[in-house]
Nanobody
Framework: QVQLVESGGGLVQPGGSLRLSCAVSGRISGANALGWYRQAPGKQRALVAQATSTTNTNYADSVKGRFTISRDNAKNTVTLQMNSLKPEDTAVYYC???????????WGQGTQVTVSS
């Protein structure tokens, strides 16, 4: 059974930085993508950044140049370095795994990120 556990959320002032980490336990099957989504109050969950098993990455336009996603396939971890944080980045951030071969998707429990002075 695949499980995802996030860590690293918290409260930070505008302009500050946070680093989110996600550890994946269990066996990842085939080509896949590890990524981060976020959901703010009253809004739908949306993709923030994604890194595929073939090392491609993509980012939401709103975070390009500020956030960096990286994954360690040997350790089954994915991290999101968030710099120059803005109040509009406030949300619950979820780690996500998509397995392309069988179409299964897994989610972490979420971690709160609050950007406020």
């Amino acid at each position: 059974q695949v499980q995802l556990v996030e860590s690293g959320g918290g409260l930070v002032q505008p302009g500050g930085s946070l680093r989110l980490s996600c550890a994946v336990s269990g066996r990842i099957s085939g080509a896949n993508a590890l990524g981060w989504y976020r959901q703010a109050p009253g809004k739908q969950r949306a993709l923030v950044a994604q890194a595929t098993s073939t090392t491609n990455t993509n980012y939401a336009d709103s975070v390009k140049g500020r956030f960096t996603i990286s994954r360690d396939n040997a350790k089954n971890t994915v991290t999101l370095q968030m710099n120059s944080l803005k109040p509009e980045d406030t949300a619950v951030y979820y780690c996500n795994l998509m397995q392309y071969r069988d179409g299964l998707t897994y989610w972490g429990q979420g971690t709160q990120v609050t950007v406020s002075s």
